[in-house]
T-cell receptor, first 114, second 112 residues
Framework: DAGVIQSPRHEVTEMGQEVTLRCKPISGHDYLFWYRQTMMRGLELLIYFNNNVPIDDSGMPEDRFSAKMPNASFSTLKIQPSEPRDSAVYFC????????????FGPGTRLTVL | GDSVTQMEGPVTLSEEAFLTINCTYTATGYPSLFWYVQYPGEGLQLLLKATKADDKGSNKGFEATYRKETTSFHLEKGSVQVSDSAVYFCALSAYQGGKLIFGQGTELSVKP
């Protein structure tokens, strides 16, 4: 059974460019989470969805960041315009209601903004 | 608000040494508690969990007991291996269907 799938695994872009990160959660999971991990700030929750609806986006750093979940099997995190301080590893995770919130993480997307 | 505090790392041990990573929490109600592990270059994966007081979670030789009286969930292993080198995260979920609250992570390095 496939786990959480993220693409791309690595992304290098220049400051000012638009970046789109993609996530496919585990089939049947109804929660989806986006995290960012850096050495300085550790693991941060950016936003999470329940049944494709955003529940808490208080961790989204600023208006340059946006996330969507058009259906149960796909989500995107977009940064426009990107800045060097956005360089980080971005993780997507999914979970199933009633499972004590056990989350399954994807392998992450390493983003470098030059 | 709810929070998780872990001992600071890095923790450096020799192979076969005993491991303890301390974790304490603050939460209203009766949270579920987790330990996640992150190996280099990978995402986090669940190591063990406990859903009620006095439960012991265990996996791959690691154990942690949910202590409500001390609000703790310390991770232990009797004999660590080089392959246990990773970052360990303690986490709680305060209610069903919500987010996890993570600690800051503790890096473990095991030397041969």
């Amino acid at each position: 059974d496939a786990g959480v799938i993220q693409s791309p695994r690595h992304e290098v872009t220049e400051m000012g460019q638009e970046v789109t990160l993609r996530c496919k959660p585990i089939s049947g999971h109804d929660y989806l989470f986006w995290y960012r991990q850096t050495m300085m700030r550790g693991l941060e929750l950016l936003i999470y969805f329940n049944n494709n609806v955003p529940i808490d986006d208080s961790g989204m750093p600023e208006d340059r960041f946006s996330a969507k979940m058009p259906n149960a099997s796909f989500s995107t995190l977009k940064i426009q315009p990107s800045e060097p301080r956005d360089s980080a590893v971005y993780f997507c995770a999914s979970s199933l209601a009633g499972s004590y919130n056990e989350q399954f993480f994807g392998p992450g997307t390493r983003l470098t903004v030059l | 608000g709810d929070s998780v505090t872990q001992m600071e790392g890095p923790v450096t041990l020799s192979e076969e040494a005993f491991l303890t990573i301390n974790c304490t929490y603050t939460a209203t109600g009766y949270p579920s508690l987790f330990w996640y592990v992150q190996y280099p270059g990978e995402g986090l994966q669940l190591l063990l969990k406990a859903t009620k007081a006095d439960d012991k979670g265990s996996n791959k030789g690691f154990e942690a007991t949910y202590r409500k009286e001390t609000t703790s969930f310390h991770l232990e292993k009797g004999s660590v291996q080089v392959s246990d080198s990773a970052v360990y995260f303690c986490a709680l979920s305060a209610y069903q269907g919500g987010k996890l609250i993570f600690g800051q992570g503790t890096e473990l390095s095991v030397k041969p």
